[in-house]
């Protein structure tokens, strides 16, 4: 399995707009990051992990070129801003796109994207509500799925054989940090790095906290905010913990 983080970044992207780099040093080109996404290429498929508003950009440079099914994780916009270029690329493509989300993300989608329920542009967009716990198959790909709280939203993480992806999240139930045991490699939100913060997000010593429950062999920190610089945070990391960067590949 290969998973390629598209997007490192947290809601705003670092740079922010105009330019505002925060506490990000601008002169490392790790800390520049797009908005959260990940690539996981498994038994021949490729899947999308979010379409935040970077999308476009994140197929064309690292040069993806099919898509076989999309999952959703939760309805904020740097997670699924990007739904609308589905339209294109599955028409481009000339087969379905199928998009997998919890029942709470179809329903605000149902509302916020309702024209994407009924598009007919030459796209075949197909709709799948998968369960808030258990496992489900998306383009054959067997995939097991658990919520986590994240502001008034739950968000939904997902494992693949030894890997999972756990983003926007700020707590974790009995039965998700279950579903993560035996995770060899854990990609995980650490949108507030060295700043605790009080957001719907986590921070270091949160997802430390967490890797002490699974001991996974490698912890990649993800959704990093303009706060967190890559430099500054990756000197208090301990022993396999890294930080991610867009374009960073993990051979699972
Ligand atoms: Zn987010
Ligand atoms: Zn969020």
């Not at 890294?242 to 051979?251: K, N, Q, R, S």
Request: aromatic share 8%.
């Amino acid at each position: 399995m290969k998973v390629t983080v598209l997007g490192s970044g947290s809601a705003y992207g670092c740079p922010m707009v105009f330019n505002s780099w925060r506490n990000a040093d601008p002169s490392d080109e790790r800390n520049r990051r797009s908005r959260p996404s990940v690539c996981l290429e498994v038994a021949g498929k490729t899947l999308i992990i979010d379409v935040g508003p970077d999308f476009r950009e994140q197929i064309n440079r690292n040069r993806i070129t099919n898509i076989d099914a999309v999952l959703l994780t939760h309805p904020h916009y740097d997670h699924i801003s990007s739904l609308p270029e589905l339209i294109r690329a599955s028409a481009l493509l000339g087969h379905n796109i199928p998009i997998f989300a919890n029942a709470e993300t179809m329903a605000d989608l149902r509302v916020s994207y309702a024209f994407m329920f009924r598009v007919d542009e030459g796209a075949i967009l197909s709709w799948h509500e998968i369960p808030d716990i258990g496992e489900f198959a998306a383009a054959g790909v067997k995939l097991r799925t658990f919520q986590v709280p994240h502001h008034h939203w739950h968000c939904s993480a997902f494992r693949c054989g030894d890997f999972a992806y756990l983003t926007d999240w700020e707590g974790i139930s009995p039965q998700g940090l279950q579903s993560l045991q035996g995770v060899k490699t854990l990609l995980v939100e650490c949108n507030n790095g060295l700043y605790p913060e009080h957001n719907g997000h986590s921070d270091l010593e949160a997802v430390k906290r967490l890797a002490a429950q699974i001991t996974p062999q490698r912890v990649v920190l993800t959704h990093l905010s303009a706060r967190v610089d890559y430099a500054e945070t990756a000197a208090h990391l301990p022993p396999g913990f890294e930080l991610a960067y867009d374009g960073l590949v993990l051979d699972i």
